[in-house]
């Protein structure tokens, strides 16, 4: 059931087909699971599908109503600002990244949310530096925890760029 709130099976979709069902079935979970349910509103699953629903946001919303399109953009906000009160409560490294992508993604997307971003790169630039060594691997040692850090790193950072933003120097640095 995880992976059904988590949205990442969004990539899998054939975009020029199912755009509609796609609406149908957000908009639902919206109606259902707007308001806080532990479990659907873990920090791990919330900050997937925070991440799958703003990378997928051109099917999403394409040819959507006022209407939709505003609950989507709501929800993704309460969602955003769900993790930004509970990121300092969250102690796993996995998590935490997750989260900060989520909320510098959020913060790239939507202008008025902007403190995201910023938010977000003030972490992340803290993360790296408690997180890896000087080679740029992680304290844990572990290949696979270097894999998915990784993962998310680039794309923080392929994010930033093709946002036309300054990249921040640690962030080049750890990619590097």
């Known amino acids: 059931q995880e992976n059904h709130h988590n949205f990442l099976w969004l ?3 054939d975009r ?5 069902n796609i609406q149908k079935i957000i908009y639902l979970w919206i109606l ?10 873990e920090s791990s699953m919330l900050s997937s599908r925070i991440i799958s629903w703003i990378l997928n946001i ?7 109503t006022f209407d939709f399109k505003k609950k989507v953009f709501l929800s993704i906000v309460s969602q955003c600002n769900h993790l ?12 935490k990244i997750k989260i900060l992508t989520a909320l510098l993604l959020s913060g790239l997307a939507f202008k008025d949310y902007e403190e995201n971003y910023k938010i977000a790169i003030k972490e992340l630039e803290k993360f790296v530096k408690s997180y890896f ?7 844990s040692r572990s290949p696979d ?3 998915i850090l990784t993962n998310y790193l680039l794309l923080c950072f392929e994010t930033i760029k ?10 080049e640095d750890i990619i590097e």
Do not use: C, M, T
Not at 16 to 20: S, V
Not at 162 to 171: N, T
């Open 145 to 147: 925890d270097l894999i």
């Open 11 to 13: 990539n899998l979709i």
């Open 84 to 95: 930004k009160k509970n990121i300092k409560f969250e102690e796993n490294y996995i998590k």
């Open 58 to 64: 051109d099917i999403i919303i394409n040819n959507g």
């Open 133 to 139: 060594d000087n080679n740029g691997f992680p304290l």
């Open 162 to 171: 093709d946002a036309q933003q300054y990249v921040p120097e640690f962030l």
């Open 16 to 20: 020029k087909i199912e755009g509609k």
């Open 32 to 41: 259902k699971y707007s308001r806080f349910k532990k479990r659907i509103w």
